[in-house]
Every structure is written in C-alpha cells, then in structure tokens.
C-alpha cells in the first residue's frame, strides 16, 4: 500500500512538471491559446484551463464551452467571465478561466476549446490531464451510518423578526422617556412653582403693587375711572389670598359683609368701606372724584394692608423666649 501511494506521488510530480500550451492556425486575424495550471491533480481537486483569445475590436467570436462537463468524468465547476485588454493595432486580448474536477481517477484527453467567428470555426490542440486515485485504507477506515434527520429544539426568538426588536427597543426608550419626565422634570417644576408661590407673601405683593400703582399717577392725568379700577382689583386679590375670600367675584356689599365676619379683617373693614362707595360712584355713576378722595383712596388701601399683616414674627419670638 505505501510502495503504491510513493509510485503514484512520484507520477503525480512528473506530470506537472509539463503544461501544454496550444495555439490554433492562426485564421481571419483570430489567434487562441489554452494552457492548464496542472496536467495532474487528485481525486476531487480542482485545476483551471486558461483561454487566451486575441482578435479584432470589432470582431464577435463566440467560444463553445460547455456548461456541465468537457467530457465524461470531467466536470466544469465555473467559467468566469472574460477580462479584455487592449494589446494595440485595433486588437484585443481575452482572458478566460474553466475550472474543471474530477472524481474517477484515469488519463483523460480534453477535447479542443472551440470558438466561431462569422462562418469560421477555431480550435486548440486537445489536452491532457491525469487523475490521481486517493488511496483509502479500507481496513482501519471507521465508517458510520448516516444519522436519522432530527428537527432543532423550537426557540421562539430565533421566529421574530428583527424589525419588531427594533420597534420594541423604541417603545421602552419612548416609555422610560415619558416616565422620566413625568417623575423628575413635571414633579420638579410643580415644586418650583408652589416655592415660587409660597415665597411671594399676599402684603408685600399688594403693597408693591400699590406703590406702583401711585407713582404712575393716573388720577392726577384725568383717569379716575381706570385708576379706582385697578385700585379695586389690587385690594380683591390681596383679600382674596390674604383671607381667602373669594372678593374676586364678590360686590361691594358682599365684601364688606365678609370682611365684617372675619376677626382679622373686621377692625379695618371702614378702611375698605370708605374706598369702595367711592370707586362705586366713579365706575357707575360717572362720578369724578375730588383730588383729597383719590389721595385718601391710596392712603386707606395702604393702611388696610399694613394693619392686616400676619403676626408671625412676633409669635415666634414670643415661642422662642418660653
């Protein structure tokens, strides 16, 4: 057995060593060559014909080379497409490969490549390749039967596509996002806002207000109406967050009344009393205010804030020293 597989290794080597070269009768300004990379290979290796073909640009030479088999037991796996190269003259050069194999051993004459043009048929010369057998030791060879067709385990992943992932991925970072916001961002200025709110105490704001309202000096301009307006409306928000007493949507009766009710407000309720019959007789009845009872307007609002300020400070005081 190894004398055999040296005998045929030692074949296997001489018949490389030669490559045929052909070339067809040089006809119609058509010029073909075929070269094999190896006139020896193994069972079931694989070696390639190399075709040149030199003609004119303008010619249409058609090569015959079959698709499946050159010959019996020589199997073509591919033929690749031309590579053209342009050699001058108006001529060109092509380029082709077939790779052939074979799996029965034997020296085997390959039958001319053929090619036509017009009414004109060229040929190579035929060539040779010889088909070394594999020795296989039969005796210590462990063959096994083939194993039955099993169905893999069902993975229910490996059955969605990869699109539904991506759609999915966008609905978690969307979800996370709007929870997110809804926890930190909404939560945080909510918060913000109720500091916001609780730090602008009802007598300083009304105050504020009143002053600026004075130093715009409306009344003294001839708009009693607008300025006993906003005046009105300055002293209802402050009653309305200082006591919360809806003054905002309440008449001047009412808010005397409620005034009246209250413990905190009842001793200053003259104060608000004198300002709104005179805003009363200058919205209605189109009154115009003498200059003393705008001025007294002013002073009485003030004076109604500043005497209804909370007492905080002082309790706290008085809390610390027990």
């Known amino acids: 057995m190894g004398i055999k597989i040296k005998k045929s290794y030692i074949l296997l080597l001489l018949i490389s060593l030669f490559s045929i070269v052909t070339q067809s009768v040089s006809a119609s300004g058509v010029v073909m060559y075929a070269t094999m ?10 070696t390639s014909i190399k075709l040149e073909v030199v003609q004119d640009k303008d010619s249409n030479v058609q090569l015959l080379i ?29 380029n082709r490969e077939i790779i052939i194999t074979s799996f029965d051993s034997g020296f085997y004459s390959i039958p001319p490549i053929k090619s036509v043009l017009n009414n004109d048929t060229f040929a190579t010369e035929s060539l040779s390749l010889k088909v070394v057998p594999v020795q296989v030791d039969e005796e210590n060879l462990d063959l096994k039967d083939i194993k039955d067709v099993w169905n893999p385990r069902f993975v229910l992943f490996d059955y969605i596509p990869w699109y539904v992932w991506l759609i999915l991925a966008i609905l978690i970072i969307i979800v996370a996002g709007i929870y997110t916001y809804l926890k930190y961002f909404k939560n945080r200025a909510k918060k913000e806002n109720v500091m916001v709110a609780a730090k602008i ?6 105050l504020e207000d009143l002053y600026k309202l004075k130093e715009e000096k409306l009344w003294q301009s001839g708009q009693e109406k607008l300025y006993f307006t906003l005046l009105i ?3 209802r928000e402050y009653i309305d967050s200082r006591f919360s007493i809806n003054a905002m949507e309440m008449t001047t009766t009412e808010i005397l009344a ?11 309720e003259n104060n608000m009393k004198a300002i709104l019959e005179v805003a009363d007789f200058v919205k209605f009845a189109k009154m115009r205010p003498l200059p003393e009872d ?7 609002a003030i004076n109604f804030v500043e005497l209804t300020i909370p007492q905080v400070e002082e309790t706290e005081e008085e809390n610390v020293k027990k």
């Open 258 to 268: 409620s005034l009246r009710a209250n413990k905190e407000s009842k001793l200053v």
């Open 294 to 300: 705008s001025e007294a307007a002013m002073r009485n």
């Open 66 to 94: 079959p698709q499946d088999k050159l010959i019996e037991n020589i199997e073509v796996v591919k033929v690749t497409d031309g590579d053209t190269s342009d050699i001058k003259n108006n001529r060109i050069q092509i």
């Open 201 to 206: 105490i009802p007598h300083e704001k009304a």
């Open 37 to 46: 990379d190896s006139s020896a290979i193994w069972q079931g290796e694989q």
């Open 233 to 235: 409306d300055i002293l």
